[in-house]
């Protein structure tokens, strides 16, 4: 898929992953419109980066746990730029907790707002890719959705949900020539790792990751690009963690 003026929808897309995805694709020539949880008073700079491009940019607030809210960014999003080319769910949390301690409601606002929301903004945007004859979807799943992970039950499990609901849904759009892929990311340098303590990430640098580094928003964001922009590729889960999950010991 070439980018130009195209039009790019990106939950989460006001701080890290999601904000840097927003603006290498608009980099690539394409319109951005970003949602996200605590309101769009953070994304100055990254308007000011977009709209310096030239690019057309669009932010809302927006709950994604919420059907109803899924479907409105949407609507708006195509209502804003014209049209809807490409989707990216990087909305999300952590949700720390193990079985046992997990509470109920946390285990239900995981899926809510990593694989309901999948469905609610997939079944919206679907519309209008379908009428333009193509798109892209890209989910984020994680380094913890692909191994067992003490301590993140409910994250790990909605995580390691996504990989077969890209391979499902891909499985039905290819049709329509609408290409359905996600992301794993390992541990990544955002403000969702900011809760972790010195030893936690001197463990990670030492003992976890293989190439001994985290990964940047930017790394994961270049991945994305790459899996809109390949018109050969649908139905896959790309992992960047920096050799993470590959390893035995």
Known sequence: MNLMNKACLITGGTSGIGAATALALADGGADIAVVGLSGCAKAGELKQKVTSLGRKFYCTTGDMARPEECRRFVDEAEHELGRADVLVHSAGGLFPAGFLEVDPADWYRAFDVHVHAAF????????????????A?????????LRGCKGATAYGVVKGAI??????????????????????????????QDGLTAEQVANNLKNRIPLHREGTAQDVARAIVFLITNEFITGETLTIDGGMTMRIV
């Open 120 to 135: 609610h903004l997939c079944r919206a945007v679907a519309p209008a890719m379908r009428k333009k004859e193509g798109g």
């Open 163 to 192: 990989p077969q609901f890209v391979r499902a849904v891909a499985r039905e759009l290819a049709d329509f020539n609408i290409r359905v892929n996600a992301v794993a990311p390992g541990v990544i340098r955002t403000p969702l």
């Open 137 to 145: 979807i890209i989910l984020i799943s994680s380094a913890a959705g």
